[in-house]
């Protein structure tokens, strides 16, 4: 895991002051109630905000509204299939489990006020969508102890004792892109990669990734910003082009990864195309650039496709495709269900620990070092610098496959990561 290498390095992105005002008030009312003490409840076991003696309350800070709403849809699900799993068995600690939903639109002042409504009712955040929605919550969150998976992989969320990256980060995925290119389509030094980037901090941190391994491997980027509004990339495909680009990679969202592919193609770029995750939905199959994705993208993730053969991965398809039928089974399906399933394991080992508060939650979770539920790689949760990985796959679409995606490299550790990871330190 090269834990002694990872980064540790913390920004905010969020300073309006519009929204001085909403955090002061998120702030008092959950520091509030997390301050009372802690009660011992049933069964000797000592709780909190959130838990009483038959209930545990999880949040979810989801956007079911906005752009990446189809995303937050199958997080949803999966976590409420899990719950509901899981009560069906007694629940944990002999208490059931809820999840209470907030919609913030991927609107970071909704997100803002939503966490100031739920805090002092909800144990731990199962989910919050979106990089910039948890660095405006990083201070608050932490200073309330509230253990925190984002549905967001920038490295500029690590840090923070509550908040947990699962997997990997995104400048690791993106070494590990310009690693696939150069070892499987022929790309040599002096050849030029394109890298089509949304701003903040998603593809700025996944532009720092690639970036590195181009150096190292002897190429150049040619970088293209654009802002999530920007679905029609003709004009950055057309400076690609005119920059005589032998690869692109994109980090954006499923959109723009569709415009930017279709165009490639119509203009004739046939050249191999990586996307970081959420750049890549399964209903992009059943739009006219299919045949130029199937042809030309590949997928880089710190989650195997939907259609993997793991047995874990297996039954929670088949158990979605039950609860859930006639649904798209999402890269979002897989990765609520995982973050769901290591907070099952966080909230047990809590219970064992006799210590069912906010930093017992969070002292549970940090002891877990090498935890495997069947979904992808273990994950070592002790480090707060790091992502709980450093192995990333390689997918590719496929129409035929359930969640639209098929392993074409299982997870590892490209080549470049140890070193990059020194230079983080």
């Known amino acids: 895991m090269n834990a002694t290498h990872r980064r540790n390095r913390t920004t905010r992105t969020v300073a309006a002051a519009a929204l001085t005002a909403l955090l002061a008030t998120g702030t008092a009312c959950s520091s509030k109630a997390e301050s009372k003490s802690s009660d011992e409840g049933a069964g000797g076991i000592k709780s909190g905000p959130g838990v009483t003696d038959t209930t545990i309350s999880l ?13 937050g849809k199958s997080i949803v ?7 509901d799993a899981v009560n069906a068995k007694g629940g944990i600690c002999d208490r059931k489990v809820r ?24 144990l731990a955040l199962s989910q919050v969508i979106g990089s910039p929605m948890v660095a405006a919550l990083l201070d608050d969150v932490e200073r309330d102890k509230m253990l925190t998976f984002p549905q967001a992989w920038a490295a500029s969320l690590l840090g923070k004792d509550s908040v947990q990256v699962l997997g990997t980060t995104y400048d690791l995925d993106m070494i590990t892109a310009v690693d696939y290119l150069t070892r499987t389509k022929g790309l040599a030094k002096g050849d030029k990669i394109g890298h089509v980037y949304f701003e903040g901090d998603y593809g700025e941190n996944a532009l720092e990734g690639s970036t590195y391994a181009a150096k190292k491997a002897g190429l150049t980027v040619v970088g293209q910003k654009i802002k999530a509004t920007d679905t029609d990339l003709t004009a950055q495909v057309s400076a690609l082009r005119k920059a005589g680009v032998k690869a692109v990679l994109i980090s954006a969202g499923p959109a723009q990864t569709a415009s930017l592919v279709g165009v490639a193609a119509s203009v004739g770029l046939k050249v191999p195309v990586v996307s970081s995750a959420p750049g890549f939905a399964p209903q992009l199959l059943k739009t006219p650039a299919a045949p130029a994705l199937v042809a030309m993208l590949s997928v880089v993730s ?6 993997s053969d793991l047995p874990g991965v297996k039954a929670m398809v088949a158990s979605y495709q039950k609860k859930y039928p006639g649904q798209s089974v999402d890269s979002g399906v897989l990765s609520g269900y995982n973050a769901a399933e290591v907070m099952g394991a966080d909230l047990k080992k809590a219970c064992e620990n006799g210590d069912l508060t906010r930093a017992g939650l969070v002292k549970a979770h940090r002891s877990q070092t090498k935890l495997d539920n069947g979904l992808g790689t273990p994950q070592n949760f002790s480090d707060v610098s790091s992502p709980a990985s450093d192995e990333t796959y390689v997918l590719h679409p496929d129409m035929k496959a359930v969640g639209g995606l098929v392993q074409a490299e299982d997870a590892h550790e490209a080549a470049t990561v140890a070193e990059y990871l020194k230079t983080r330190s």
């Open 302 to 307: 710190a989650a195997p496709a939907v259609s």
């Open 77 to 83: 699900q999966a976590q409420k299939m899990w719950a």
């Open 99 to 122: 999840i209470v939903v907030k919609d913030h639109g991927y609107d970071v002042q909704r997100a803002v006020t939503s966490y100031a409504d739920i805090s002092p009712d909800v």
């Open 59 to 71: 949040g979810a800070l989801t956007d079911l509204s906005g752009p990446y709403a189809t995303l």
